[in-house]
């Protein structure tokens, strides 16, 4: 790897060099997009943790591993310290967001953030004027969601390289079946079992009467309720069950006979590590099968990193377009 020149940080003290400048000279972005969405890498961290440590030797290094995060435009408020720790050994960190509207029928439609976010907002005034007048009620069955899929460069050997891949999946309109889901990544490498740090949550907000209490279940838990399983071969997943408002048992202080509760928000995550061999060609692809009637368990397969869902009941399901990997 080719270091870039520091001559920018000639004649500075210390004191004066940030995080942030050294960053700006070391860290390179890089887009490259594709029809339905982009994938956004950011090369030399490797370095760039080097350069840092030497220029700014008293270096905390879960702060740093903050920063990088940060710097990339990654939320870790939800991670634990040892998995964000594992960020200043990467080599390069690659993101594709993906947002994705479900129709009445199943039917998969790929959106823009922007699009997303204003058929949102449609839906939710139409339901809003639908309760204030009952008969002209309007719902919705469409579903939306956004995906966030993560390929991390851990390290190589001569004839490997070692990826974290990962998936954070948030709900942009709460659904309205609260049953058994799953998120799972599938891959065309093969899945690590000596990794220690294989992670995954379910994090959901409960509101009453204008407050609000989140609650998360972690895979790091026997008995959260969010168990982590894996084929060899071809995927891995997480498996929770959605908690409703009612069932959370949250009641917020204010004294009213009426407590109004709701859920706000709903996120799940997952990340693993995968081996791919050098100079080959690889699939990755997340998806979210969301259970609407709760029949039977639901069952996940994957070919050639492509992810398929089988259920004896009513499902949706949230894939992102396969993502390639040249390692």
Known sequence: MVSMPFYSFAGQSNQAISFKSIADNIIEKQIDKSENYQTITYKNIEDFVTKTKELIPDTNDLEL????????NQDYSNLPDEIILETIGFNEISIVDQYIKVSEDGQTE????NEAESAVAVEKIRENMASITPLNEWTSPNGYMKIRTSYLLASESSNYKYYIISAEATWLKIP?????????????????????????????TINCCGTKKTYKWETTNNNSGVNFEYSATTFAAIRFKLINASASGHVCNRITNN??????????????????????????????????IALGSISISASNGSVSFSLSGTKKEYKIEPILIYA
Do not use: M, P, W
């Not at 790929?110 to 953030?113: A, C, D, E, H, L």
């Not at 690590?192 to 992670?199: F, I, L, P």
């Open 110 to 113: 790929y959106i823009s953030k």
């Open 65 to 72: 591993a903050k920063f990088i995060l940060e710097y990339t």
């Open 176 to 204: 309205s079946c609260f049953f058994e889901d799953v998120l799972t990544i599938g891959h065309t490498g093969k899945y690590d079992n000596t990794y220690n740090n294989k992670y995954g949550y379910l994090s959901e």
């Open 259 to 292: 407590h109004s509760k709701s859920v706000s928000s709903i996120s799940s995550f997952i990340r693993y590590r995968v081996i791919f061999t050098k100079n080959s060609a690889n699939n990755i692809q997340s998806a979210y099968c969301h259970k609407q």
